[in-house]
């Protein structure tokens, strides 16, 4: 307990030292006579320069959460990341026929990452190592060879195909704002979902759907690019159900189970 309370008393005085700093700084100006116009000048560069520069605060930045128990750890995970990955067609399908996998990915391949203003999320030709969704703020990706410019905002998935095969940045993404990602590492996706063989078949014929539509299209710009919300996902999900086996009728999901599980948790 001892432990904890210093933790989170930590986490306090590090979420209160801009406002601490900001006190020290007018009480410095006043006491030395600085004028009120160059403090004022100094006041205002700080303020857009420095103050404003703050980065979200993530998961991994609460060091009090190590000591939480592996399945109250497993509950929080659930909460933080499944409403997202509910909005992307092949994770909830995916969830649909193998919620303890969606759960497994939740737990041992999500994190997160947070970004100031103007701060590089991702660099053109550089190797694609993980999947993004905008948690918080705003983003702004440049095509470098297309010449287009988008802002992204909470929600949208970046850079889907590096799960799927060996990818190069076709752009680059900038925080325009302070903001925060969810991430999903390559490396550790591909070995979790692996591991879960009655999903595998359903994994597989997606990732095939989807390499398959690179191939085939004609026009460059509706490929080459790392922002993929133009693209029918749902037809992939639709051909790959095709390749595994439906539910018979009256069975009910997994992902029905886990949630009326999750609601008699919150009620405890």
């Known amino acids: 307990t001892g432990s904890i309370t210093a933790h989170m008393t930590a986490l306090r005085k590090l ?10 700084l007018q009480d410095y100006f006043r006491d ?33 959460l190590k000591y939480l128990p592996p399945s109250i750890m497993s509950r929080l995970n659930a909460e933080l990341y499944l409403p997202t990955f509910k909005t992307h067609p092949f994770f909830l399908h995916y969830g649909i026929l193998n919620y303890s996998g969606l759960r497994h990915i939740c737990d041992a391949v999500v994190a997160e990452d947070s970004f100031t203003k103007d701060e590089e999320v991702f660099e053109y030709g550089k190797p694609a190592e993980r999947m993004l969704v905008i948690n918080i703020g705003d983003f702004v990706y440049v095509h470098k060879e297309f010449d287009r ?14 799960i799927w095969m060996k990818w190069h940045h076709y752009g680059t993404l900038s925080a325009q704002t302070s903001g925060q990602v969810m991430t999903i590492p390559v490396q550790k996706f591909a070995s979790i979902v692996s591991n879960h063989y009655k999903t595998l078949a359903f994994v597989c014929s997606y990732a095939r759907h989807f390499r398959s539509h690179l191939l085939t299209e004609d026009s460059d710009w509706c490929w080459q690019t790392d922002i993929w919300t133009d693209v029918d996902l749902q037809g992939f999900v639709d051909a790959a159900m095709a390749s595994v086996p439906t539910p018979r009728a009256g069975r009910r999901s997994y992902i029905d189970e886990y949630e009326e599980e999750d609601d008699r948790f919150a009620k405890e």
């Open 15 to 24: 979420q209160s030292e801009p406002n601490r700093q900001q006190k020290i």
């Open 32 to 64: 030395h006579g600085v004028s009120a116009d160059l403090a004022h000048r100094i006041w205002s560069y700080l303020k857009v320069h420095h103050f404003n520069h703050h980065k979200e605060v993530t998961r991994s930045d609460i060091d009090v």
């Open 149 to 162: 410019l988008l802002t992204l905002s909470e929600g949208q998935w970046v850079c889907e195909p590096a």
